[in-house]
């Protein structure tokens, strides 16, 4: 797999270049070697020290392939001291951006442009995703009264499975119920049946769209998230196109859909829901997550280390396996 290169462009505030420096190698870079990552360059331009003047540094790290990429963020993230660092030094800071990167001739030349399917007509459906957590004695007894209450409520499209091992903050049991309208949602009653006292906790969503679908999946994923309210609304179109453009160049994305969410449920007030069925768990885990498309332009919407960073909640990221179509 290619070789990774992450990029710190950072302009100093006046007469602090060499501060700046000092701190971010002695303060970041042991934790990001760490992490795995290697020192490769740290550029100062002009290159003079200035006394009252801004200096921009650029850090160069890199990292073996885009799987040893996402190592080092699953290891990173969930650490504070990373971003209270960052914060720590803002006082050092103008402006500074971070951007991932490889070789030019690396970039796969082959790879094509996934077909897209012609937008559908009609209304859209009312999606229910609910992720539970499920005492550990008691999930078969409980998935069966589970399917049967869906059962009873009439949606159009049901599925309840157990998750699937690497699912985050997913849950034990993935339920995903599509109705034609509110009111049939309304009159199914379904949510009455997650009173069980063996239901710990539970995230979920409730939500209107129309999938778009190009052929059978094996796996169905849904991923839970909120954008804070301050987020301008220009920048949350930009997320929001770029979740979309995925299955642009994701092929094994057979089904997908990208909702705004009517109604939560949890601790957690999720905004929008990200739903998709993949051709198999390797499609999920191979091509979605190594595709630059998604460690190099849509990943930089969740990471704490850049400044486009819109996503600071902890996201439900949940997958099972499915027999036939869920998002159709």
């Keep these: 797999m290619a070789e990774v290169f992450i990029v710190d ?23 990001a070697r760490d ?37 080092m963020t699953w290891q990173g993230r969930p650490d504070p001291t990373v971003a ?34 012609d937008p559908r007509a009609g209304s ?19 998935l069966s009264a589970l399917r049967t209450a869906a059962d009873a409520g009439g949606p159009m499209r049901a599925l309840l499975e157990p998750t699937e091992a ?43 769209g129309t999938p778009l679908h190009r052929g059978a999946g094996t796996v169905y994923r849904a991923l839970l998230l909120r954008v804070p309210p301050e987020v301008p609304a220009d920048r949350v179109s930009a997320f929001e196109h770029e979740l979309a453009m995925m299955p642009t160049y994701v092929s094994t994305i ?5 909702s705004r969410v009517d109604n939560a449920i949890g601790n957690t007030g999720w905004t929008h829901v990200f739903e998709q069925e993949f051709t198999d768990v390797d499609g999920l885990m191979g091509p979605y997550l190594m595709h630059p498309v ?25 997958f099972c396996r499915t027999d036939g179509p869920v998002l159709s």
């Design 9 to 31: 462009r950072v302009v100093t505030a006046p007469g602090c270049g060499q501060t700046f420096i000092d701190s971010y190698l002695s303060g970041y870079a042991p934790g």
């Design 35 to 71: 992490r795995g990552m290697e020192l490769r360059d740290v550029l100062v331009s002009p290159p003079i020290l200035f006394d009252d003047r801004p200096n921009v540094v650029t850090i160069t790290w890199s990292l073996p392939s885009p799987q040893a990429w996402w190592q």
């Design 84 to 117: 209270r660092w960052w914060d720590g030094i803002s006082e050092l800071v103008v402006e500074r951006s971070r951007s991932v990167a490889t070789r030019s001739q690396d970039i796969d030349r082959t790879e094509n442009s996934a077909p897209m399917p």
């Design 124 to 142: 859209p459906a009312v999606g229910v995703t609910r992720l539970l957590d499920v005492v550990e004695s008691e999930r078969p007894r409980v």
């Design 166 to 208: 690497g699912s985050r903050n997913g849950g034990d049991i993935l339920v995903h119920l599509r109705f034609p309208d509110l009111n049939a949602w309304a009159r199914s009653d379904f949510d009455d049946a997650l009173r069980d006292p063996a239901i710990t906790n539970v995230n979920g969503v409730t939500y209107r």
């Design 254 to 258: 057979r089904a997908w859909q990208l």
């Design 294 to 318: 998604h460690w190099a332009v849509v990943d930089r919407w969740f990471d704490p280390e850049t400044t486009d960073m819109i996503i600071r909640d902890r996201v439900c990221h949940s």
